[in-house]
């Protein structure tokens, strides 16, 4: 029961990675359809690691800005949720602490791009208190440089509103 389980956590996992191929390979509204239908499969009990990483996706797949704010929002509520609730499967702490620098970076260039620097900058502080948890290797390194852009981009600002920009996290 318990392999079966594991297996069927796993195709998820995999079907989540081919919408991001998709994503990536520039299919926008393809991958949002496909993950919109997996969202609708996990449902409001699914598996909070699932619908973490499926959010984040989803929120790389929207148009609109608020859009995005509104999926890289419900990635940060499941992934405190991971965090603070019992998990369906045991989750080491510190594989969940890894998914804040990213989570916050997105939602702080979100508000950015929202026109909204004071959440911009409170969600970029956020990240930055969190990068202890990253490793010193591409990926963090990569979450460290992006929070350091978006910091600079908001620090040019006379107004301390940034201007919209290309996609700024992982």
Known sequence: MTEQ???SEDAVMTRIGQAVILLHAGDREEARNRLGEIWSELGEGGDLLHRCTLAHYMADAQDDPADELAWD?????????IADGP??????????????P?????LAADYAKLRRPEAARAHLARARAATGALADDGYGNGVRAAIARLERR???EPDGRARPFPEQGP
């Open 5 to 7: 389980r594991e297996a």
């Open 154 to 156: 908001l620090d040019a």
């Open 102 to 106: 990213s989570l916050h970076l997105n």
């Open 87 to 100: 998990p369906a499967r045991p989750q080491p702490d510190h594989a969940v602490r890894v998914f804040y």
């Open 73 to 81: 929002l419900r990635a940060l509520s499941a992934a405190e949720g």
